[in-house]
């Protein structure tokens, strides 16, 4: 028997705990963009927070992968063209609304924020019906 809802609930919980502490011991919001763009341009004495914060998501999933048995593994079967081409187009997006996924969905919402309610339905509404077209109308 598969623990799935309790894995989902153990990352949701350990999300929060760090978008929290990050906002309680540092005064910042667990924006992935954002904190990646602070990297990207740095200002001076801004950049080692980030970099730690970037560091650890990518070091949790590698952990994750290594420990977990059956954990699911990244893909590897897409166009490396089409993976940039959808990387610029999210960074793009991300711009245009002024966050992403992670600070509007869960810091946000957290701080029921009218914007990150509007950009969370946005955002969900776009990838349902871009699954939609994908697997029913494209295929």
Do not use: E, Q
Request: with cysteine; charged share 10%.
């Amino acid at each position: 028997m598969t623990l799935t809802w309790l894995t989902a609930l153990a990352g949701g919980v350990l999300i929060g705990l760090s978008a929290t502490l990050l906002l309680w011991l540092n005064g910042r919001v667990a924006g992935v963009s954002g904190i990646l763009n602070g990297v990207v341009f740095p200002k001076p004495g801004d950049l080692s927070w980030r970099v730690a914060f970037l560091a650890g998501l990518i070091a949790a999933g590698g952990l994750y992968m290594a420990v977990v048995p059956g954990a699911p593994l990244p893909r590897t079967d897409f166009p490396r063209a089409g993976l940039i081409v959808a990387g610029v187009l999210v960074g793009f997006g991300t711009r245009m609304g002024n966050g992403c996924t992670s600070g509007h969905g869960v810091c946000g919402l957290g701080r029921l924020s009218m914007r990150s309610l509007v950009a969370v339905a946005t955002f969900m509404a776009t990838a349902i019906a871009t699954t939609f077209v994908l697997r029913h109308l494209w295929s």
